[in-house]
């Protein structure tokens, strides 16, 4: 497993239920603790996309502004 500074490359293994390991070097990276929520995203062509649900709020907000806004 690679670590660059800001991006982490790895692998991880499918297990009988379905469920995947986040490396810890990602989880390090992207500040992922216990009981945080993720969002994935996944399209048949270009795979799966797994992120904090917070990232995209903030996104959201960048397009949209803020939800109070008017």
Sequence with gaps: M???KGRFAGTVRVGEKG???IPKGARE???IRP???LLLLADEKRGIA???DDVLLR???AILGPENET
Aim: proline content about 0%.
């Design 19 to 21: 469920q995947i390991v």
């Design 29 to 31: 990276l992207l500040k």
């Design 59 to 61: 996104q959201f907000e």
């Design 35 to 37: 009981g945080d929520t």
């Design 50 to 52: 797994i992120t904090k």
């Design 2 to 4: 690679e670590k660059t």
